[in-house]
């Protein structure tokens, strides 16, 4: 086809060219998409050369020019957009600068600008299509106003990796009445789905319509104030919806319940506040103990019968007068000195862990202890230990040395008292000389608030050296609190 | 047959040609200097300024033009690469200036120098290079203006200083080429161009004392496109008037969307510079139709339509279309060719960019220096130590077969 230069080609160009076009071979079409021949031969041949938008579009059904424009990238990090409406219908004119759609990202909605100038031929999304992947087919420009009409069936041939999800629109008003398990309409099309969550609850409870209902929202959405003139107007009721009761996982494992004794939930109580409001600290010593079974023995054998219990009961209640600090209780953020020994001692019962009071043990002898110490034990055991027994008392000692293997143990401070001490078992074990002795760990568990590490130390060096020199206990050992540091100075 | 055509030429639908009939008559008989009147300059510190009646002829305004479409075009074109994530990082479109670059250029001499900021595609493309060039470059590729390196912010040509990434760098090293150029006794001047951002850059008035001082042969001009990124000129500058902010420097205030203003400004300018009389201030009133760069949509600090209402009024190329085919220096159709001569160009050039490979790793070694031997480059551990396999780009280009 000769080119005929001048103005006329105006004229056989719009009206007769996109008539004739699919007829004229390739080479002919070549030739005139490249000009003028006084283009340089280099043009034609790299346009051929290399594989060209128009290259391509020539190969499926010879369709006449057009640009096509994949969904664009606005933002660096978007994958999928969603086409929320589009500015031009097809076949209009779209200029520099002009908007084709808006595109919602997944940071803004955002106006796409078109990439160039023409008419807009063929629209492949309708608004509302959500998730599109970037670079698919969404439209398709021509630069003649007479292509538009060869794209009225284009499709894009390429399969797209992902499938998009079918447009939901609000024009499907059987899904609002549908039980709430089941899915709801989140997107549609523009503007009609733009209602804040008060107004969207609205709609779920009375199965309403977006398009029933008059709008007054900047952006044409419907406000809360709409629905509830709409609900008001027409008398609505909420809707029933079913609900599925939660079904509860079937519980496999076989357990028993043991419900707490009134004595036991007491003990729980107060075992906690204590654990949580007393700063507990530890101190441990060994004490040997053969001195004192040669005693405890020798004893026996004049029928006098003690335990090692008593024998630590005594300890402590002169190591308490030997060291009055650890005698103390906390209260109003002061450590009070107490004026009696009184040493409560913990007996397991069946119903729990009681401390029946020793009153004034410094006062008493070891027999006197031993005593005192059986009768309680004896009313402990048969429930029948009276209020005063029990409550009150300064200091606690905890024995479970009879239960051989523990070694050592560490327990909890009674409120209002400031210490206990935890008793463990004898272990026979050898010394450097490779001689068996005996010996067993008590742990003093103290309030660190009314009872510095120096006296809670002092104290236990004095039990121990009581313990495992029971002849001391009669003499009152040099200690080292009595010993006057200023002297050092 | 000059009736027939006459009969037959039908103007578009959107043109403002007024009598067709009469232009084909008057192109024929060949007029080569049509007079054309710019709007008048506002100038600070200075008695005369440069003409408000100025000359076009036919083989400028079809190069203007072509000028303008292509740097257009090229810059649309980069936009929707960018969108197509094929450009990645930064992309700052020239879209509405052209008027400015191609206008400054049709003053310049052999020896002028420009130096400018991001904003550089299209004078990169006045000042040598080609559409494929700048493309590729932007999208990284080996047929890119610095083989892919840079982008925008490294793009250079002969007498071309970039490219400048930060903002008003490019101002103290505008005023030293100047000095450069009156040190050699040259008759140049350089151009030194920043937007209005950059006019309240502390550095550029302490160039500004130096050029003065000295006498330096520099033209600073600012391309107030009205907006800092998103910030609109009043709410960033105490005083607007970017042409008298060099206070003792004389200044001039030019249309940027006319080129022929344009033109004539930086022809006066440079008459002036070149005679000593020392440097000038310019500001150039000109608008940019994109976001500041691609990340910014470009209209939640102004709105569409007033994008629309600067397209419709004062866009640079249409203005200039309709003159000069109104005057009758070219027709439309001849317009249109060039329209068309100019899409493929840049079609062409989108495809190799592309399309086109990238340089291998080894390039990260090469130009470091110009003049020492071969560099150790140590690695991220002591065993990655390199021993710089090319010491220049063109080395490497030769080892892939590229040159």
Redesign the interface.
């Known amino acids: 086809m000769r080119r005929i230069p001048?103005?006329?080609?105006?004229?056989i160009s719009n009206a007769i060219l996109p008539r004739i076009r699919p007829c004229l071979s390739q080479i002919a079409i070549n030739r005139e998409l490249?000009?003028?021949a006084a283009?340089p031969h280099r043009?034609r041949t790299?346009?051929q050369k290399?594989?060209?938008?128009q290259m391509r579009n020539f190969s499926s059904a010879s369709l006449p020019t057009h640009i096509k424009v994949?969904l664009?990238?606005?933002?660096?990090t978007m994958e999928l957009g969603t086409i929320v409406a589009w500015h031009k219908k097809e076949g209009d004119q779209v200029a520099?600068?002009d908007?084709l759609c808006d595109i919602e990202t997944d940071k803004a909605t955002?106006?796409f600008e078109t990439?160039?100038e023409g008419y807009l031929a063929k629209i492949l999304f309708e608004a509302g299509t959500r998730d599109i992947p970037?670079?698919k087919l969404v439209c398709i420009i021509v630069s003649n106003k007479d292509d538009v009409a060869a794209f009225a069936s284009f499709k894009d041939e390429q399969t797209t990796p992902k499938t998009t999800t079918p447009p939901k629109t609000e024009a499907k008003p059987a899904e609002t009445k549908e039980p709430a398990a089941s899915q709801e309409t989140k997107h549609g099309a523009h503007n009609s789905e733009l209602m804040g969550p008060a107004v969207r609850l609205l709609f779920h409870h009375y199965g309403l319509k977006a398009e029933d209902i008059k709008r007054s929202g900047p952006k044409q959405n419907v406000l809360k104030e709409d629905a509830l003139a709409y609900i008001a107007s027409k008398k609505l009721q909420p809707i029933k919806r079913e609900t599925k009761p939660v079904q509860q996982a079937k519980d496999t494992t076989k357990y028993e319940d043991i419900p707490l004794t009134n004595i036991r939930s007491i003990i729980a109580k107060r075992l906690l506040q204590s654990k949580q409001t007393i700063p507990h600290e530890y101190l441990s010593i060994d004490i040997r103990s053969d001195k004192l079974n040669a005693l405890r023995r020798d004893l026996k054998n004049k029928k006098i019968a003690v335990s090692i219990n008593d024998f630590l009961v005594k300890g402590c209640a002169l190591g308490l007068r030997a060291v009055p600090e650890v005698n103390v209780q906390w209260s109003n953020q002061t450590s009070v000195l107490m004026q009696t020994v009184d040493i409560s001692i913990a007996v397991a019962t069946e119903t729990g862990l009681i401390t029946p009071i020793v009153f004034g043990a410094d006062r008493l002898g070891i027999m006197g202890i031993s005593e005192k110490t059986k009768e309680l034990a004896k009313k402990a055991k048969a429930n029948k230990l009276a209020p005063n027994e029990f409550q009150g008392g300064t200091f606690t000692i905890s024995n479970l040395g009879m239960f051989g293997s523990v070694t050592n143990f560490t327990a909890i401070i009674n409120p209002p008292q400031s210490a206990i001490l935890a008793v463990g078992g004898p272990r026979s074990e050898l010394d450097e000389e490779l001689n068996t002795f005996s010996r067993f760990a008590v742990t003093l568990c103290y309030d660190s608030r009314a009872i510095s590490a120096d006296s809670a130390k002092r104290f236990l060096a004095h039990l121990s050296q009581s313990l495992s020199d029971p002849e001391l206990m009669l003499v009152e050992p040099l200690l080292e609190s009595q010993f006057d540091f200023s002297k050092l100075l | 047959m000059l009736s027939?055509?006459s009969k037959?030429?039908?103007p578009a639908a959107n043109s403002t040609v007024a009598a067709a009939t009469t232009v084909?008559s008057t192109r024929l008989a060949s007029t080569n200097d049509v007079n054309f009147t710019v709007q008048s300059y506002k100038l600070h510190k200075l008695d005369n300024g440069p003409k408000t009646s100025v000359t076009l002829n036919r083989t400028d305004a079809l190069d203007f033009y072509r000028k303008m479409q292509v740097i257009r075009r090229m810059e649309?074109a980069a936009?929707?690469l960018?969108?197509?994530?094929k450009i990645?990082g930064f992309c700052h479109l020239y879209s509405g200036q052209e008027a400015c670059a191609v206008g400054m250029k049709a003053a310049m001499t052999e020896g002028d120098a420009v130096i400018t900021a991001y904003r550089c595609h299209g004078w990169t493309y006045l000042l040598g290079s080609t559409t494929t060039q700048i493309l590729a470059e932007l999208t990284g590729r080996i047929a890119g203006n610095v083989y892919g390196k840079g982008g925008s912010m490294h793009m250079y040509e002969k007498n071309f200083y970039g490219g400048n990434g930060i903002v008003g760098a490019q101002q103290p090293l505008g005023a030293g080429v100047a000095f450069a150029m009156k040190y050699r006794n040259q008759k140049n001047v350089c151009l030194t161009l920043y937007g209005d951002g950059a006019a309240n850059q502390g550095q550029l008035f302490e160039a500004t004392n130096m050029a003065k001082l000295w006498g330096l042969p520099v033209i600073f001009i600012c391309e107030n496109n009205g907006f800092g990124m998103g910030t609109p000129i009043e709410r960033a500058s105490a005083s607007t008037d970017y042409y008298t902010r060099g206070d003792y420097v004389p200044g001039i205030w030019v249309d940027g969307m006319d080129i022929l203003a344009v033109r004539e400004a930086l022809r006066w300018s440079k008459e002036y510079c070149d005679a000593g009389k020392g440097p000038l201030m310019l500001e150039m009133a000109t608008y940019r139709?994109h976001g500041h760069s691609m990340?910014d949509?470009g209209?939640s600090y102004r709105t569409?339509d007033e994008?629309?209402n600067v397209?419709k009024t004062r866009d640079p190329i249409t203005g200039f279309k309709d003159r000069v085919v109104t005057s009758g220096l070219v027709?439309e159709?001849e317009l249109k060719?060039i329209d068309?001569?100019v899409r493929?160009e840049v079609?062409?050039a989108v495809?190799?960019a592309t399309?086109d490979g990238v340089l291998p790793p080894e390039a990260l070694y090469a130009d470091i220096y110009a003049n020492t031997a071969t560099q150790e480059i140590r690695g991220a551990t002591i065993d990655e130590t390199v021993k710089q396999p090319f010491k220049t780009t063109t080395e490497v280009l030769k080892s892939i077969g590229r040159l």
Not at chain 1, 72 to 76: E, I, R, T
Not at chain 2, 82 to 85: D, I, P
Request: aromatic content about 4%.
């Open positions: 001048g103005p006329s080609i105006s004229l490249s000009g003028n283009l043009t790299l346009h290399l594989e060209g938008k994949p664009p990238a606005l933002s660096p520099e600068g908007l955002m106006g990439p160039e970037i670079g | 027939v055509l037959g030429f039908k084909t649309s936009g929707n960018y969108k197509e994530k990645r139709y990340s949509p209209t569409r994008i629309q397209r027709t159709d060719e068309k001569d493929k079609e062409e495809k190799i399309t």
